[in-house]
């Protein structure tokens, strides 16, 4: 791809901004797409009423993780019980079944799914959303022309199963299939599968001081068969230097402050709910205007995390590290640009 077809992947999202569908009885808005990732991943933000109970399914195609953003649920994955709030991080991986409760909300949580595709299928049995809210609760009592469609739906549903390897344990009933959740569970699950399932409390992770920032890991390329990188970044207001990645997009997902990013001949502000992305190979940088800013940091394919354990030290406190009694000295950044070189990124000042 040439420098100007690589320069027209950059986007940015602000908060309500993407493809929002009516989803069940949820808003789903469609942030990033196989196409925009390079096949790495989705983003899906998904907003769900309070008592909102999704289907037991398990997916053959892709990992499933969820960063919630507000409310509380309870997740269960496997055997495994995992209750969830604003900062939770949960990773549920392929072959394992899995739903969840929304205890108190309504909850609004990320969806990242890995590799893409899953995306078609929330298309395809959803409709555009008519506003940026919850749909209105269906109404009225069915009649035999009700029956009929349903049963054409659950005909057509199985396809699409099918065709995107997500698996409703049980049979699908009604209207909203994908809201109806069956005690059954199948019992073909890989128990390294199984495994592989881990939930991340707020703060929890393994927390870095690094460069100024607080930087907290909450998947790397060992937990998503190196698709992506998942780190939380907590940032003092300031501007950080050009760089270039050579080897993996960045995208971020901002959770708190309002910032400025510079991505090729590209200026976006963004706010909390607004995601960026910024491919490789093209130069980039982002200034806190106001914070301090905590977002997310999605890089794909996986590795960055080990350049981050090579300029970093473990956090003494999971807070901002202290500031330093000056800049850099001249040494000090020839060694970072030499670091950053072996792992293929580039200080561009």
């Given at each position: 791809?040439?420098?100007?077809?690589?320069?027209?992947?950059?986007?940015?999202?602000?908060?309500?901004?993407?493809?929002?569908?009516?989803?069940?009885?949820?808003?789903?808005?469609?942030?990033?797409?196989?196409?925009?990732?390079g096949?790495?991943?989705?983003?899906?933000?998904?907003?769900?009423?309070?008592?909102?109970?999704?289907?037991?399914?398990?997916?053959?195609?892709?990992?499933?993780?969820?960063?919630?953003?507000?409310g509380e649920?309870?997740?269960?994955?496997?055997?495994?019980?995992?209750?969830?709030?604003?900062g939770?991080?949960?990773?549920?991986?392929?072959?394992?079944?899995?739903?969840?409760?929304?205890?108190?909300?309504?909850?609004?949580?990320?969806?990242?799914?890995?590799?893409?595709?899953?995306?078609?299928?929330?298309?395809?049995?959803?409709?555009?959303?008519?506003?940026?809210?919850?749909?209105?609760?269906?109404?009225?009592?069915?009649?035999?022309?009700?029956?009929?469609?349903?049963?054409?739906e659950?005909?057509?549903?199985?396809?699409?199963?099918?065709?995107?390897?997500?698996?409703?344990?049980?049979?699908?009933?009604?209207?909203?299939?994908?809201?109806?959740?069956?005690?059954?569970?199948?019992?073909?699950?890989?128990?390294?599968?199984?495994?592989?399932?881990?939930?991340?409390?707020e703060?929890?992770?393994?927390?870095?001081?690094?460069?100024?920032?607080l930087?907290t890991?909450?998947?790397?390329?060992?937990?998503?068969?190196g698709?992506?990188?998942?780190?939380?970044?907590?940032?003092?207001?300031?501007e950080?230097?050009?760089?270039?990645?050579?080897?993996e997009?960045?995208?971020?997902?901002?959770?708190?402050?309002?910032?400025?990013?510079?991505?090729?001949?590209?200026t976006?502000?963004?706010?909390?709910?607004?995601?960026?992305?910024?491919?490789?190979?093209?130069?980039?940088?982002?200034?806190?205007?106001?914070?301090?800013?905590?977002?997310?940091?999605?890089?794909?394919?996986a590795?960055?995390?080990?350049?981050?354990?090579?300029?970093?030290?473990?956090?003494k406190?999971?807070?901002?590290?202290?500031?330093?009694?000056?800049?850099?000295?001249?040494?000090e950044?020839?060694?970072?640009?030499?670091?950053?070189?072996?792992?293929?990124?580039?200080?561009?000042?």
């Amino acid at each position: 791809m040439n420098e100007r077809g690589v320069a027209g992947r950059v986007f940015g999202l602000k908060d309500g901004e993407g493809n929002a569908r009516w989803w069940g009885g949820g808003l789903a808005t469609i942030k990033a797409t196989g196409k925009e990732s390079g096949d790495h991943y989705s983003v899906i933000e998904v907003l769900e009423p309070q008592g909102a109970r999704a289907p037991l399914h398990v997916h053959r195609k892709e990992d499933e993780a969820f960063y919630v953003l507000e409310g509380e649920m309870t997740f269960h994955i496997g055997e495994q019980t995992i209750q969830a709030r604003a900062g939770s991080f949960v990773f549920g991986p392929k072959d394992v079944p899995h739903t969840y409760t929304v205890d108190s909300g309504p909850a609004k949580l990320l969806f990242l799914l890995s590799p893409p595709g899953f995306e078609g299928f929330i298309e395809a049995i959803s409709q555009p959303a008519k506003a940026l809210t919850l749909p209105p609760p269906e109404s009225g009592s069915p009649s035999d022309e009700d029956d009929t469609i349903e049963e054409a739906e659950s005909e057509s549903f199985a396809v699409l199963e099918a065709r995107y390897g997500c698996e409703i344990v049980g049979t699908p009933q009604g209207h909203q299939p994908s809201r109806e959740r069956s005690e059954e569970e199948p019992t073909n699950v890989d128990n390294s599968a199984r495994s592989k399932t881990y939930g991340l409390e707020e703060g929890e992770g393994e927390a870095r001081w690094w460069l100024g920032e607080l930087a907290t890991v909450k998947a790397t390329g060992k937990e998503t068969d190196g698709r992506y990188t998942l780190v939380e970044v907590l940032e003092p207001e300031g501007e950080q230097p050009f760089h270039v990645h050579h080897r993996e997009d960045e995208g971020f997902w901002v959770l708190e402050g309002e910032l400025t990013f510079e991505v090729g001949d590209e200026t976006i502000k963004a706010s909390p709910g607004s995601f960026l992305f910024g491919p490789k190979d093209v130069p980039h940088r982002y200034t806190v205007d106001s914070g301090p800013a905590k977002l997310l940091f999605i890089l794909s394919p996986a590795g960055f995390e080990e350049f981050i354990y090579a300029t970093s030290e473990p956090a003494k406190e999971r807070t901002l590290p202290p500031a330093p009694e000056g800049p850099p000295s001249e040494a000090e950044m020839e060694q970072l640009g030499a670091v950053a070189r072996e792992y293929g990124a580039e200080l561009l000042i």
